[in-house]
């Protein structure tokens, strides 16, 4: 345990000594590691994966697919909540000298919550559409990335995260599939509205 | 709503516009396309991007939920609300600027706009609806 705390915070270490020496470099973290850049971006994404799709069917599973997405990451951000009452990990900016490019967030570090819904976000989609999947994944790992480095994750805070929207997704497919009268039923009047 | 959550608000709003534009030109629905096809898979995208580089480029944006950022139930709440104002706008204007696009209502769901605007083909639906409610109706009196 003691030998992965250590190289938690060397890797936090490594990452984050590179942190002010190349302004674009820290604008560029800065902006990715923002609130509202890349939740924005993955909430445009699966509204471009609703109305997309070359045929009904292909676009159904497509709309199944924000289902698990949107139930993963609710799921997601409820289990990171409860979590937060009974643990609580400090900052990495408040017990190690790290150059800070980002706010003071108050909230336990450990799980890193935007890992979680991003990652709930990305498996619930490749649970069903394997290519779209992967590229929100890719977007949510640079996000983690970029938390660590504007230096408020340890990098096992947003492992720890990205398992539990990873775990929270695969639920969320098995509970849909429990309650699939109601998925259908929703499909089913979005289509008589023409919206799906 | 203050300054902040009023830029959120605009934000998602013009970037979903935009995708809804791309989205709706990628998969050929030409009933709901403001552009004509091919500039609308470059208008869209180019009006996603020009959204969130004046989010970002105004004014600093990291900014916490305890001072005047968004907390997370905040966030959902206007990203919802800016979607689906974006959505009621391109689908009445599309409706407006293809008027004439009535089509044959030969599918449901969204492959009925490949040839017809929005309004016209929810209007006819809510008509066949309302006459066979109609016809229902007098069947069950009369029987």
Redesign the interface.
Known sequence: MEILAKADERALLWLNGWAGRWPWLDALA??V?????V???M??ML??LW???GT?WD?ERRQRSVFTALAGLTMA?WVVLELNKVLFRPRPFQTLDLTLL?????DSSFPA?PAAVVFAIAAGVWLKDRRSGTALAAVGALYSLSRVYVGVFYPSDVLGGAAIGVATALLSALVLRWLEPLPRLLLRV??????? | MTDFRLD?FL??SA??FG??Q???A??R?EGLLLLPRRLSLLAGPAL?VAA?AW??LSTP???????A??D?NE?AAL?AAG?GIA?LAHLLLSSLSNWSMVGRQE???????RGAN?VR??MR?LGELWRSWQRQTNERSSG
């Open positions: 800065q902006t590691a923002s609130d509202y850049l939740p924005v971006a909430g445009l509204l471009a109305f997309t799709g009904p676009r951000s980002f706010y003071r967030p108050v919550n979005a289509r008589a509205i023409f919206l799906a | 959120y934000l998602v970037a979903s995708i809804l791309w989205a709706f990628y998969n629905l996603t969130f989010f970002f944006r990291n900014v916490p939920d305890t001072a950022g968004l997370g966030q990203f979607v959505l599918h449901g769901g969204l492959e009925a706009l929005y083909t929810a639906r």
